[in-house]
């Protein structure tokens, strides 16, 4: 299972978070442009990277993640307004309207949902792989749930495959499947990070 794989790479999930909290912070408080008096989820929290990029721009933040290891990373990182709970993203146990903000990082790709194409790469590297959501499926979604597209951008990240491999803790057969099907080679990967603010359309 997912919760498995996650629980047993949570120590190197914090980790590359803490090496890059700072860089997250900057990009998170530039895109979002927050008030300061928002009520603030983040979604799939893992060990709290968006969560606690958010904290110090917004009034309180509430995380959301199903791995109970990775929440306790989380909860030994939070400032006082940022607290964690163990829930699951698809039966969220708050009231709907209840945050002013809510937000998500590196998870959908996880939901499972029935799909014609598959990255054959990502589902070898990490069996808890979903589906790679297109452009156009993505504002098809939004449209679909009332959301206005604010702004946008994209980031390409060269990644380390080894490294890369790692955090998901793919090893053995797996591993060797994830390399050979790499679609930059077996000594890196490149990923294109999509960042989008959305805005509830008022009835």
Known sequence: MAEDRFARTAARYAARQDERAGELAGLV???VAARGDEHALDVGCGSGALALALAPVVRDVVGVDRVPELLALA?????????????????????????????????????ARPEL???RFERARDPGHARLLPEGDLRALFEANGLVLIRDRRDVEQRPLAAYLDLAGCEG????????????GPDAYTAVVGWYLLERRLP
């Open 29 to 31: 408080h530039a895109f």
């Open 173 to 184: 057969e797996a591993r060797e499947q994830a390399i050979g099907l790499a679609p930059h």
């Open 75 to 111: 909860r030994d990182r939070a400032p006082a307004n940022a607290t964690f709970v163990e829930a699951d993203a698809t039966a969220l146990p708050f009231e709907s309207g209840e945050f002013d903000l809510a937000g998500t990082l590196r998870t959908l790709h996880h939901v």
């Open 117 to 119: 194409v598959v990255d």
